[in-house]
């Protein structure tokens, strides 16, 4: 074959022919897609284990404080408890 055959035979074994800025924009826009929803779900797992800790320290120090004769204070005591109690089922 010849350099001109193999130029011809190049060309036709490519399906899409060349690139437009529009197919550029999409495939860059996907890969950055991709990338920030990896950051977003990297945060979010690593974030929510330090998070626990503190939910759980102070949800047990709610329920360990007595009400003081404020209403809302009793009604915040009885909904954590009533929370517990349906995470416990």
Do not use: W
């Not at 011809?8 to 950055?32: M, N, P, S, W």
């Not at 974030?47 to 626990?52: I, K, L, T, V, Y």
């Not at 009400?67 to 089922?89: D, M, P, S, T, V």
Request: net charge neutral.
């Amino acid at each position: 074959m010849s350099a001109d055959n193999m130029g011809v035979v190049a060309a036709t074994l490519d399906k899409y022919g060349e690139e437009d800025f529009i197919t550029v924009l999409v495939r860059y826009g996907l890969f950055v897609g991709a990338i920030f929803q990896f950051v977003c779900i990297s945060a979010a797992v690593l974030m929510s284990g330090n998070d626990s800790q503190d939910t759980i320290e102070d949800e047990s120090r709610l329920i360990d404080e007595p009400a003081q004769g404020n209403g809302n204070a009793a009604r915040r005591l009885h909904k954590i408890r009533k929370l517990e109690k349906k995470k416990r089922r």
